[in-house]
């Protein structure tokens, strides 16, 4: 079913104090949407809407790991809206660190609100979008979701799994009259970088100075990004707009377009070079 355009449509966005869900919020109710938008700091996101008219805003302050408290943030958006159109799942943060280098907790707070926050919120949005026959459901990955770097691996671990699980979920509800979008970002002038959005490891391992060095580069990077996130922010209502444009993935930047072929290009090469080895473990054939 197309993009609303009889009525206000309904966002229901994650993520949104900081970042492209941030500017993704402004964009939507400058544009005249109706936006349920989740956020650690409901006060951080009312404070930087400064001159936006917030009057179809429902800021909710939700742990996304929690499903019931998920579940009660879809509930209270369809109770004020009264529906629910697309759904942006947008939180997340970076984390720079060795694969070694990763304590057990780290690894554990990124696969619950990257994987698990995800997985919370399409279980609890896809009821509605049933019953309505309709829906949008978007994932906010990265062209770390494509590829990996040395210092990315957790990050990287959890991106991919999202787009695993987005990707059997667009088989799985076309039926229902529901499109799905993986979009894959590059680098953005965002607070992505910044110490409140990367964290880096605390057990730094001697051996591992390639990954000190990258991550003094990457903080001394913020300003520098080619992403416009307001353009990111507009790229992503047209693509709702264009009901998915008749595609699962969608890069943003052309940096995020440049790396995604050059890794897809390099993965193929690789499986055609194993093919023979490949096809050996087959049962012979008389």
């Not at 109770?79 to 942006?88: K, P, T």
């Not at 609890?124 to 590829?147: D, F, K, Y």
């Not at 040395?150 to 059997?168: D, H, I």
């Not at 990367?198 to 990954?211: A, M, N, R, W």
């Amino acid at each position: 079913m197309p993009y609303p355009l009889d009525r206000p449509a309904t966002w229901f966005v994650t993520g949104t104090s900081r970042g492209l869900g941030l500017a993704l919020v402004e964009a939507l109710l400058v544009s005249g949407a109706q936006v349920a938008a989740t956020t650690r700091s409901t006060s951080r996101l009312q404070d930087s809407l400064t001159g936006v008219d917030t009057s179809r805003l429902l800021a909710l302050r939700v742990d996304l790991t929690d499903p019931a408290a998920v579940a009660e943030a879809v509930r209270r958006a369809t109770e004020r809206f009264g529906s629910l159109d697309v759904v942006v799942n947008n939180a997340g943060y970076g984390f720079l660190g060795a694969v070694e280098e990763t304590a057990d907790a780290q690894v554990a707070a990124m696969l619950d609100v990257q994987v698990r926050g995800t997985w919370n919120v399409v279980r609890a949005a896809l009821p509605v979008l049933r019953e309505a026959g309709s829906g949008h459901v978007v994932t906010i990955s990265s062209v770390l979701g494509v590829t990996s770097f040395p210092g990315w691996g957790l990050y990287c671990a959890a991106k991919f799994a999202v787009e695993g699980m987005t990707e059997s979920l667009a088989a799985e509800v076309a039926r229902f009259g529901i499109s799905v979008n993986i979009v894959e970002p590059g680098y953005f002038n965002t607070s992505f970088l910044t110490a409140d959005s990367l964290s880096v490891t605390d057990t730094p391992i001697s051996g591992y100075e390639s990954i000190r060095d990258m991550i003094s580069q990457h903080r001394q990077m913020p300003g520098t990004q080619l992403g416009d996130p307001d353009r990111a922010a507009g790229a992503l209502i047209a693509l709702a707009q264009a009901n998915g444009a008749g595609r699962l993935r969608q890069a943003l930047g052309s940096d995020s377009l440049q790396i995604a072929r050059s890794a897809l290009t390099a993965e193929l090469a690789e499986f055609e070079d194993g093919a023979e080895l490949a096809r050996s473990t087959d049962y012979a054939r008389s």
